[in-house]
């Protein structure tokens, strides 16, 4: 299984950045897709999910209203838009997937992993 991650970079505070999330090796509509972020110094912290099929979403509470996650089965990538982005979403994402909703979040170790995309946010 091959998750590559792209989209990421340095913006301003207030820009977005739109990541992507390519996967191979693996059923892709058969699993929910999520996209976690580290910071430096940081734990490593779940951002959003999205359902297998793409009508479910779910958002850490400081993202919700600014990023938007989604998924094309047909292309196998999931999608994390970021807009309004503030200097603490600085960060390495990485995209992840997984069995179900709660799984994938809250027993990530069980998860497939990607490589992580560099987003940096200055003020």
């Known amino acids: 299984v091959q998750l590559q991650a792209s989209g990421g970079g340095s913006v301003q505070a207030g820009g977005s950045l739109r990541l992507s999330c390519e996967a191979s090796?693996?059923?892709?509509?058969?699993?929910?897709m999520g996209w976690f972020r580290q910071a430096p110094g940081k734990e490593r912290e779940f951002v959003a999910s999205v359902s297998a099929t793409g009508r479910t979403t779910y958002y850490a509470d400081s993202m919700k209203g600014r990023f938007t996650i989604s998924r094309d089965n047909a292309k196998n990538t999931v999608y994390l838009q970021m807009n309004d982005l503030k200097p603490e979403d600085t960060a390495v994402y990485y995209c992840?997937?997984?069995?179900?909703?709660?799984?994938?979040?809250?027993?990530?170790?069980?998860?497939?992993w990607g490589q992580g995309t560099l987003v940096t946010v200055s003020s």
């Open positions: 992840s997937g997984g069995t179900t909703m709660d799984n994938l979040r809250y027993n990530p170790h069980n998860n497939y």
């Open positions: 090796g693996l059923i892709f509509r058969g699993y929910v």
